[in-house]
């Protein structure tokens, strides 16, 4: 069924159109467990725990990409609704810049400082070597996940939920069986589940990005713009709680 924002929305309708992104979350979901799996059996204790201490702090980061999401989500809805497809458009493309602008300026000094961060929130010598190789390696893919979390909302602002719901199942998969790959087979360890990890979100974020650099069946598009300040700081803004819930 094809449900357009615009359309009067039944319970059919608006159960469509509301299943793929949640599916999409209980999807996520499972794979992080199925990560820790093979973090706990094949690598160690003490690796899935150095995992589990430093993954607050990529959180904290990747949860840029939900506020710049639900914000510019927020934003492009609502200027689409008024009638203006090209300043909608121009928006989203900023929305999408932002993301990956700020995924390379949260990654690059946190590459550097993080064995700091970590040792003032307490990391054991046993911890730190293994919990500092998994953070940096997952922060190398910090601009992938950003433009992951963002495009999971804007792909419903583009009235593509299933197209989202897809992305997070190649995602999934390209996770698991890179897990396998990497740590059963090649036996790369903790940096194999990092460079999976970070594989998955390469692809759930940057195909909706050539997606949208094409002509393509949806309401959006990437255009040439120029930088506005104030409709991105009004996205950042409304994103807020989204951000503080994520992490």
């Known amino acids: 069924m094809s449900v357009q924002l615009a359309d009067h929305f039944t319970y059919r309708k ?14 996520t979901s499972v794979y992080t467990m199925v990560d820790a799996l093979f973090i706990s059996h094949y690598v160690g204790e003490i690796a899935f725990a150095a995992v589990n201490f430093v993954f607050p ?12 999401g639900t914000g510019g989500t927020a ?30 300026a949260l990654a690059l000094p946190g590459m550097v400082w993080l064995p700091q961060v970590c040792g003032r929130l307490g990391g054991t010598a046993e911890l730190m070597p293994d919990a500092v190789l998994y953070g940096r390696i997952m922060l190398g893919f910090l601009p992938c996940c950003i433009l992951q ?16 719901f897809w992305l997070s ?13 990497f740590i059963v087979l090649l036996d790369w360890g903790l ?3 990092a460079v ?13 990005f050539i997606y ?28 807020t709680s989204e951000l503080v819930t994520g992490v």
């Open 14 to 27: 608006l159960f469509a159109f509301v299943l793929p992104p949640i599916a999409m979350m209980l999807l």
């Open 57 to 68: 702090v990529i959180m904290l980061l990747g949860g840029v990409g939900f506020m710049l």
């Open 75 to 104: 934003l492009v809805a609502k200027t689409l609704g008024e009638g203006d497809a090209l300043r909608a458009n121009r928006y989203f493309t900023q929305v999408v810049i932002l993301a990956f602008s700020l995924g390379v």
């Open 149 to 164: 979390c963002t495009f999971q909302s804007l792909l419903v602002a583009a009235e593509k939920p299933k197209l989202a």
């Open 169 to 181: 199942v190649a995602g999934g998969v390209t996770n698991l069986v890179l897990d396998f790959v």
């Open 191 to 193: 940096a194999g589940a």
């Open 196 to 208: 999976a990890t970070g594989m998955s979100q390469f692809v759930a974020g940057v195909v909706p």
């Open 212 to 239: 949208f650099c094409v002509p393509n069946s949806s309401l959006l598009r990437l255009v040439r713009t120029t930088f506005e300040l104030r409709p991105m700081l009004q996205a950042c803004c409304n994103g």
